[in-house]
């Protein structure tokens, strides 16, 4: 099972989404940035270094809101752990992503999530989760 870190980073109210490139995996679908934990890393090391790698920025990583294990239709599976990142030093650079944007809770079902993230995406949206 790949484990998986990923940050829902606030800010004004919004979430920011991130969308993946042609050339990657699930092309061009919506997610949360972040990324797999290396081993012998700790989650919330991983979710700095990925936050770094992907968007530049020093996150100070909060609270763990979510756990999801999902298992895929070609058999993989994926067990996503999601925090919450109030806080950032640097400016947002996108370095690996297609496009970026902040969005309101309510239009979160109206982008094209990965599988594995849509029960978060519906609890963000309804405002049962952070």
Request: glycine share 6%.
């Amino acid at each position: 099972m790949k484990r998986v870190v990923a940050a829902l980073i606030f800010k004004d109210g919004k979430i920011l989404v991130c969308q993946r490139t042609r050339h990657q995996t699930m092309p061009l679908k919506w997610e949360f940035p972040g990324g797999k934990i290396e081993e012998g890393e700790q989650p919330r090391d991983a979710l700095r270094r990925e936050l770094d790698e992907e968007l530049g920025i020093e996150a100070s990583v909060g609270d763990e809101v979510a756990r999801i294990r999902h298992q895929y239709k070609n058999g993989s599976s994926v067990e996503l752990r999601f925090f919450v990142v109030n806080e950032y030093q640097g400016q947002l650079e996108n370095k690996i992503f297609r496009d970026m944007r902040w969005a309101e809770r309510s239009e979160l079902p109206s982008f094209d999530f990965l599988e594995a993230d849509f029960e978060l995406v519906r609890d963000l949206a309804s405002g049962k989760l952070v």
